[in-house]
């Protein structure tokens, strides 16, 4: 059996918008609710280093999470064997990644149970982040319900 905590990876086109809202929004949902993860985001094209869209950084703040921090990195080999779990935005980038990762990529609204892809804000204004953001935000609800809690937690019960 598995030890250790669950290894999500998000993954989208440059990882400035979508993985990256993605991870900072699961992390703040894994912190307030124990759960037993580590995550982490990439990008099939993304350059080192960049900083996230300042959309993206305000749709974040809107909702109390700081995105102001995060760099995008590459999608790589090393990413993709750590990962238990791949979460890609759009079925465009989980059909890229699936040759790398049998088994193990599904796209982030399919993995929530439902279906269709994420929409993409770049270059778009803040209602089109806001939306990405919702849309991102509605399936991790659905998805943090399946997530293991942290063991130290598991003994003291739910609020």
Do not use: W
């Amino acid at each position: 059996m598995k030890q250790g905590p669950l290894k999500i990876l998000f993954v989208c086109t440059g990882n400035t918008c979508r993985s990256a809202m993605a991870a900072a929004m699961l992390n703040d949902i894994a912190v307030k609710n124990d759960l037993n993860v580590l995550i982490d985001s990439a990008g099939v094209f993304a350059p080192i280093g960049e900083k996230a869209a300042g959309e993206a950084v305000a749709a974040m703040a809107r909702r109390g999470v700081d995105l102001s921090g995060h760099r995008t990195k590459p999608l790589t080999d090393e990413l993709i064997s750590m990962a238990d779990v791949i979460l890609a935005m759009t079925s465009a980038h989980k059909q890229l990644i699936e040759p790398l990762a049998p088994g193990k990529v599904y796209t982030l609204s399919e993995y929530a149970g439902g279906e269709g892809d994420i929409s993409d804000p770049f270059g778009g204004d803040a209602e089109d982040y806001e939306r990405a953001a919702s849309e991102i935000y509605d399936a991790l609800v659905d998805i943090a319900e399946k997530l293991p809690e942290a063991p130290e937690e598991q003994s003291r019960g739910g609020e």
